[in-house]
């Protein structure tokens, strides 16, 4: 059977997002503007994300037995997802706080990944199934690194591409380099990984070269507005950001831009392309709040392809 679609093994929490002016210190207590709920985690932010942009995608996690659970399959429903996501009655849901502030849209996160911090190496080998017949792997640093690195291991093994998004960052031993064919860091997460400071595309490049030397195939380094590089030992393509209106709220982009890499890669579109299309995706998430409910949909991401 020929392989399809994308597969993403990482977690799910509910995000409980605070806006103010500004973070409060230690000790003090300030009023905020607003609050909201809704679905997050980065493996389950860019399982929507791939989904709306048009890749038949599949979601491996676990989740509590409890409301928080209950809406997420709910919302994978909707969204067409096909969920390997087993329902623990031991351990709750996760969450996250996450501080967006006023006027600019940055954002600050604590997460907590509850029962999804429990997936194990088994609850990986038990999918093992959806990996193999997947046109891209997924996976991200939320849920325990092994499960991780089997879930990049059964996909390498099966020639399925493989993705890493080095997100939150965390120390890691070399050998999962080799399991890689796409790396997907950030500024901050390139300079913890490879100890080059990471400021702007000449600074990622170094840092690219560090990650290929450790055997990755591709290093996508994602810089916030100074867009991407995409980098590998031929070439390095700089990616600008797609500007489609007023920035709202950052949370998620980072997110955003890997769930539509992927979905175009399922798609068969070369790398580059893949890129130019994460970052449209991105472009979009972050004109509206949230993360799961601002990514946009392909229709959307096409028209500003199309008008760039």
């Known amino acids: 059977m020929a392989k399809a679609g994308v597969c993403i093994l990482g977690i799910y929490v509910a995000d409980l997002a605070f806006r103010a002016d500004r973070q409060p210190i230690m000790g003090e207590t300030i009023m905020g503007t607003s609050f909201a709920m809704g679905p997050g985690g980065k493996g389950s932010n860019q399982t929507v994300a791939a989904a709306r942009a048009g890749a038949k995608v599949t979601f491996i996690s676990k989740l509590g037995k409890d409301d928080f659970g209950d809406a997420a399959l709910a919302m994978y429903a909707r969204e067409g997802v096909a969920v390997r996501a087993e329902q623990v009655s031991d351990n709750s849901t996760g969450a996250a706080y996450i501080f967006v502030q006023n006027n600019t849209g940055a954002n600050a996160i604590i997460v907590v990944p509850g029962a999804a911090g429990t997936i194990n190496v088994a609850d990986v080998e038990r999918n093992a199934d959806a990996i193999r017949d997947a046109s891209v792997f997924m996976t991200q640093l939320e849920q325990p690194i092994p499960s991780a690195v089997r879930g990049l291991e059964i996909a390498k093994a099966a020639g399925t591409t ?54 990755v195939g591709t290093v996508l380094v994602t810089l916030g507005g100074q867009g991407s590089l995409l980098h590998t030992a031929e070439k390095s393509v700089h990616v600008p950001i797609f500007s489609a209106g007023k920035v709202v709220d950052t949370t998620g982009a980072g997110d955003a831009f890997n769930g539509g890499f992927a979905a175009a890669l399922a798609r068969g579109e070369t790398p580059e392309a893949a890129a130019r299309f994460g970052s449209a995706v991105a472009g979009l998430s972050v004109t509206k709040p949230g993360t799961a409910g601002s990514m946009p949909t392909l229709a959307d991401v096409k028209a500003l392809l199309a008008k760039s």
Not at 171 to 176: F, G, K, M, N
Not at 190 to 215: F, Q
């Open 162 to 215: 493989t993705i890493l998004n080095t997100a939150p960052a965390a120390p890691l031993d070399d050998s999962i380099f080799r399991l890689c064919d796409y790396v997907t860091p950030n500024e901050s997460e390139a300079s913890a990984i490879t100890g080059v400071e990471v400021t702007d595309v000449d600074s990622a490049r170094k840092a690219a070269d560090v990650l290929l030397r450790k055997g």
